[in-house]
Nanobody, 119 residues
Framework: QVRVVESGGGLVQPGGSLRLSCGAS????????MNWYRQAPGKERELVAS????????TYSDSVKGRFTTSRDNAKNTVYLQMNSLKPEDTAVYYC????????????WGQGTQVTVSS
């Protein structure tokens, strides 16, 4: 059984930081590219960060570039999203996605974790 579980969300003031974690089980983690999406109320789900299966390549949306960093520890089957200089517009439910390398239709999703940026 595949499980993808996010943690680390919460309430933070503008300018603050949070680190999200996403653990996966039931898959060969090192074969999966990992992605972070977010969805704000009334908006479509947005891809914010991706990291390759080896961890050698990370990409970011323009909206978070320079503020967010994604990394992974394949020994721990975990991917991270470090979020700095948070803004109210970063408020959303953040989802972790595992995508099998080379197989775009094989995806697993977590349940999401709420991030709220507010004073």
């Amino acid at each position: 059984q595949v499980r993808v579980v996010e943690s680390g969300g919460g309430l933070v003031q503008p300018g603050g930081s949070l680190r999200l974690s996403c653990g996966a089980s039931g898959i060969t983690f090192s074969l999966y590219n990992m992605n972070w999406y977010r969805q704000a109320p009334g908006k479509e789900r947005e891809l914010v960060a991706s990291i390759s299966s080896s961890g050698g390549t990370a990409t970011y949306s323009d909206s978070v570039k320079g503020r967010f960093t994604t990394s992974r520890d394949n020994a721990k089957n975990t991917v991270y999203l470090q979020m700095n200089s948070l803004k109210p517009e970063d408020t959303a439910v953040y989802y972790c996605n595992a995508n099998l390398r080379g197989q775009s239709r094989i995806n697993y999703w977590g349940q999401g974790t709420q991030v709220t940026v507010s004073s």
